[in-house]
């Protein structure tokens, strides 16, 4: 039986936010110029529940998800994920902590031409060191989950754009990680399978107690997440919660 994860806000308030970012500085260099993309930025990111951070093109919002991921490290402050500081660790123990515990949805598939779709998902179960038979019943279960077991023996060229994004969510989803990070995952897709997508992720949330964090600038997001972080020019500009009655009508 699947489990509905949600909380409400008095409920939150006990629980330990898996995500938190404590006055994030990051720059960048274009050229000879110094840009400073994020500036002193805190957050708390909770967990069983889609938390999406909207605004244009440039604000800051990947930066966000790379430094609270660990794939960039902070110039200022601090970036901790299940209770760790991502700072204090070494480079091994970061990717360590990523295969076990995250998972990754790109705006881009990022498919093996070769693989079918069960072989996508299986690729990085093997990773950590399950044998074929247990990959593969985790691969079909994932696959399963978005609705494409009868697509797991076609290779991208046979897939449809959504479908595709589809096998990389099952791909990212089949462990069971904790933290579940995507990065404009609607941005290429039509309407009906952008709303597809993010129904997957936020039912991933609910049902398995993850935290999804989502960046978009996608406006048709935002009615479908949880939790809405608006930013704008490195800055949290606004932060709201969908009420419960709403979420449980999309459930």
Do not use: W
Not at 181 to 192: M, Y
């Amino acid at each position: 039986m699947k489990r509905d994860f949600s909380m409400s806000p008095e409920v939150q308030a006990t629980v330990e936010p898996s995500l938190e970012a404590f006055r994030l500085g990051k720059a960048f260099l274009s050229g000879v110029v110094k840009v400073q993309v994020l500036q002193g930025l805190s957050l708390a990111v909770y967990p069983g529940e889609l938390t999406l951070i909207s605004g244009p093109s440039g604000c800051g919002k990947s930066t966000l998800l790379s430094l609270l991921s660990g794939l960039q490290h902070p110039d200022d402050g601090k970036a901790h994920a299940l209770g760790q500081d991502l700072g204090e660790m070494s480079r091994r123990d970061l990717e360590r902590f990523r295969l076990h515990h995250t998972g990754f949805v790109f705006q881009g598939f990022n498919l093996f031409p070769a693989l079918t779709a069960l072989e996508q998902v299986q690729l990085p179960l093997g990773y950590l060191g399950m044998r074929d038979q247990e990959s593969a019943r985790l691969a079909s279960r994932a696959l399963d989950e978005v609705g494409l077991s009868h697509r797991a023996h076609m290779r991208p060229a046979q897939l449809s754009g959504g479908e595709k994004q589809r096998v990389a969510i099952a791909r990212a989803i089949a462990k069971e990680p904790e933290l579940l990070f995507a990065d404009e995952p609607t941005s290429s897709l039509d309407a009906e399978n952008g709303q597809r997508v993010v129904d997957i992720l936020h039912r991933f949330a609910r049902n398995h107690g993850a935290t999804v964090l989502c960046v978009s600038h996608d406006p048709r997001l935002v009615r479908h997440a949880d939790r809405v972080v608006g930013m704008e020019d490195g800055a949290i500009r606004s932060d709201r919660r969908i009420a419960a009655d709403s979420l449980g009508a999309k459930a």
